[in-house]
């Protein structure tokens, strides 16, 4: 019997599927079914009772398989302990990044552990659509904000202070607001997830909370274009001050209304489970939580970050 049957066996067992179970192992399903067959042919017994619409552990399966995931789990864990023992690091990252994080700033951050690390390889998966670990095949998924599924495991990256922002060029012809009542006379650039368009900025100073909704001008379901769209100077944006790091150092975009705070993000690398925290994933964690703290610092050294979020960014 083979391991690698085996594993599609427990990954049929998880999602009760074989069509899934291929998916989240990037496979076809008849090379899933197949590997089921050989299984069960092996031990002379059938571990899943199948009817045309559901796929359910027989009697036998559930004896066998959680005494096999134990077994496997543990061969796992003897593996990494040598590799880690040699300063070995091999495998597949899988990862789902979001549009504007992901292009220009993680996957270089990644690809730069790949090279420290050339037994690695990488897949990954951009969009700013929340994801489905088994769907999508993903091991992690560095995002903003803290997983609301209880079944995830997640490591806090940094916290993500938001900036209001525009450039120099748009500044120039439309003006510098100095409240948020006077963003009612500039163009909005948005960000819409799914059916919902985040129009509505909220800010807050030492009295109160002020709502306004500028003029939509652009709106998009990709962040890098709105990022790119205020670039370009077509309008004002609220973005992640990651996002916007290295144009707000190198003078593409400015930050506004000082005096006023927009809400804090999280940034999480978020893992289906517990048992999928490998020694890569410890590694590249501990990476995005030195590459980020080393990005806040400039902008508060540059003045556009209170010093006071460097005390709070883990």
Sequence with gaps: ???????????????????????????????????????????????FVRTTRHLRLSSAGERYLPQCTAALSMLDQAKQTIHADLGIVSGEIRI?????????????????????HPQL??????????????RDALDMALRYGAPADSNLYGFKICNVPRLICASPDYLERFGIPEQPKD???????FYQLQEILNDAWLFSDSEKTYKIKPKAYCAANDGDL???WCVEG?????????????????????????????????????????????????????????????LLTELVESGMLDREILAISL
């Design 226 to 228: 709105v990022r790119r």
């Design 121 to 134: 390889t990488l897949r990954t998966h951009i969009s700013d659509s929340n994801i489905d670990f088994y």
């Design 183 to 189: 963003l009612l006379n500039h163009q909005g650039l």
């Design 1 to 47: 019997m083979q391991l690698e049957d085996l594993q599609v066996v427990l990954q049929v067992a998880e999602f009760r599927s074989i069509t899934a179970a291929a998916n989240h192992l990037d496979m076809q399903m008849a090379t899933a079914s197949a590997a089921v067959k050989r299984v069960e042919a092996a031990l002379g017994v059938e571990l």
């Design 234 to 294: 077509k309008g004002i944006a609220i973005k992640s001050s990651l996002d916007i790091a290295d144009d707000l150092l190198n003078g593409r975009l400015v930050p506004l209304l000082p005096d006023y705070k927009v809400g804090m993000g999280e940034l999480w690398l978020v893992c289906p489970s517990r048992q999928s925290i490998t020694p890569t994933v410890r590694l590249l964690r501990d990476l995005f939580r030195e590459k980020t703290k080393v």
């Design 96 to 116: 789902a990044v979001s549009s504007d994080l992901g292009r220009n700033i993680a996957i270089p951050w990644v690809n730069e552990f790949m090279e420290q």
